[in-house]
């Protein structure tokens, strides 16, 4: 493992702590910078120049922004910035998986992850600070809550990561992004919409709806908005193929459970072409991953067009499961495949650096006192 810091931010560094006074462009797609400029009495166009300037080109100084007139950038310095995240941590792992640690405010701070494959570079960011639901196999959601990540704060991360390729010149560019960090996106719906279509906007990132992921637990009443508003491609974290053990494994099964889950799902794809849900299935030793788990599941997704990503789990000290055996993955998989199921098995990236799924925890000011409560609840079990 290789770990560079970066920078250290100061607790009180301005722009940091403390509420910053101008509107930072960076949090604006489109919609929103032709509003912006609406209300300043200019052409919608400018929108496009200012994605240009910001995400494409990576200019965060107005002055340097030579095709608006100078009455224009001086009114921009005025009232508006582009503020980029900092980073405080850069560590590659031995795989080449690389992870950032990006300083938010004085207390918090998110992880973000890029992946190399053979033919794409897969960033994996985070939508909030901690999360605010508790899947008992994950570590973000032990770490708590502290709140949701800015549009700003979500886009800065494929900003951040694109220029740092592009300085090393290596050719490298992200070419894929995840919501697979910390934190659940639809929880943070406001925020994330604006920023994934910012990823998929030609004058800023310009990636294709099918290389723009979202995973979610599964909070319907905000997949069935994601339905109305977006096209990216949605993964769905299911891990378990009956209502009993998903609701132990992921809670809010319980409010959200497994039949209204799928229906939403295929309301999600319904007027999509070509579009299929990928399913994420974290293989848990001895807890789901028996044959008649992969049988149920396989009934379960019957006729709804289906991917299964079948994810190794990733431990952390906290967490009372074992990864499941390769081989019993392998058979699980050839359940699924033999049902007619495409599945795949993700294989285990970073983990000499906490880069892999389920293990980035950031720096969480963590305002639920999970921790604390957990504590006391083993306290009073062993009292
Ligand atoms: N909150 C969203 C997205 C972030 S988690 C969601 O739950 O889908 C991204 C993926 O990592 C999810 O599929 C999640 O279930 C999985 N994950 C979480 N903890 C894990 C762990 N310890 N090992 C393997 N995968 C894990
Ligand atoms: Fe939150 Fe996703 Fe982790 Fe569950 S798996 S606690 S929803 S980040």
Redesign the pocket.
């Given at each position: 493992m290789k770990s560079v810091p970066v920078k250290v931010v100061a607790e009180n560094a301005p722009g940091a702590g403390a509420a910053p006074q101008k509107l930072n462009l960076l949090g604006l797609d489109r919609a929103g910078l032709e509003g912006f400029f609406a209300e300043l009495g200019e052409k919608p166009f400018r929108a496009s120049q200012i994605l240009k300037w910001v995400h494409h080109r990576g200019v965060t100084d107005f002055d340097a922004m030579t095709d608006l007139s100078k009455a224009l950038r001086t009114k921009l310095k005025d009232m508006a910035e582009v503020r980029v995240p900092e980073p405080v941590l850069d560590q590659t792992s031995s795989d080449g998986t690389r992870k950032w640690l990006l300083q938010l405010d004085g207390s918090n701070a998110i992880e973000a992850v890029l992946i190399p494959e053979k033919s794409r570079e897969t960033l994996c960011i985070s939508?909030q600070v901690g999360?605010a639901?508790e899947?008992s196999?994950?570590?973000?959601?032990y770490q708590g809550f502290n709140r949701n990540l800015s549009t700003a704060e979500i886009i800065g991360q494929l900003w951040y990561v694109t220029r740092m390729l592009e300085q090393e010149g290596t050719g490298r560019q992200v070419t894929n992004v995840v919501?697979?960090?910390?934190?659940?996106?639809l929880l943070n719906f406001k925020n994330v919409v604006p920023a994934s279509e910012l990823m998929k906007d030609d004058h800023a990132y310009g990636l294709s709806k099918r290389r723009v992921t979202l995973?979610?637990?599964g909070v319907i009443p905000y997949l069935d908005r994601l339905t109305e508003v977006s096209d990216i491609s949605l993964?769905?974290?299911l891990?378990a193929p009956n209502d009993a053990l998903r609701d132990e494994l992921?809670p809010i099964n319980k409010k959200y459970p497994i039949a209204e889950l799928l229906a939403a799902c295929q309301r999600y794809i319904a007027d999509k072409p070509h579009r299929s849900i990928t399913w994420?299935y974290?293989m848990l030793d001895g807890v789901n991953d028996t044959d008649e788990h992969a049988r149920q599941l396989a009934r379960l997704l019957k006729g709804i067009p289906s991917k299964v990503n079948l994810?190794?789990?990733?431990?952390?000290p906290e967490?009372p499961?074992e990864r499941s055996s390769d081989e019993r993955i392998r058979a699980f998989s050839n359940i699924l495949s033999n049902a007619g199921l495409v599945s795949t098995t993700r294989k285990t990236r970073g983990d000499d650096i906490d880069g892999?799924?389920?293990?980035l925890v950031g720096k969480v000011a963590d305002r639920t006192r999970r921790q604390q409560k957990r504590a006391q609840r083993a306290q009073a079990g062993t009292a």
């Open positions: 939508s999360c639901l899947c196999f994950c570590s973000t959601g919501f697979m960090g910390m934190g659940e996106p995973s979610t637990s993964a769905v974290s891990h992921v994420e974290v994810i190794p789990f990733n431990p952390f967490a499961y892999a799924c389920g293990q």
